[in-house]
């Protein structure tokens, strides 16, 4: 596998946003929605996060690929509090989530 391309040329409207945090904040305010999005300092191209407001869940986490223009979107939620209820209850379910965004011509 080749150098990883550049992360301003493969992700342009990102870089233009500052960020994938700031990208993802516009979206969302576009739409009326507020989300505490937060952005790493290291890797604010590839990178954004959402914190959770309730203890059954892990944080929400956006990654950009390296290699393409790619995301992975993962989430975590522990079922403890249902767990303690019904037992049959599985006590950490994961969602792994790749989504995959044509580049605009």
């Known amino acids: 596998m080749g150098a990883a391309p550049d992360p ?6 990102i870089a233009a946003e500052g ?3 700031a990208a993802l904040h516009a979206v969302a305010a576009e739409n009326g929605i507020r989300v ?12 954004a ?3 959770t407001t309730v203890a ?3 944080v929400l986490s956006i990654d950009a690929r390296a290699q393409e ?3 992975s979107i993962r989430g ?3 079922f403890r509090r249902a767990a303690e ?17 044509e580049h605009p011509s």
């Open 8 to 13: 301003a040329a493969l992700y342009p409207d």
């Open 36 to 47: 505490p999005f937060q952005t790493s300092d290291a890797n604010p191209l590839g990178r």
């Open 76 to 78: 975590c939620e522990t």
């Open 56 to 58: 059954h869940r892990t």
């Open 19 to 21: 960020g994938q945090a």
């Open 85 to 101: 209820a019904a037992p049959a209850v599985p006590l950490h379910q994961s969602l792994d989530a790749e989504i995959l965004h």
């Open 49 to 51: 996060a959402v914190a």
């Open 69 to 71: 223009r790619r995301w």
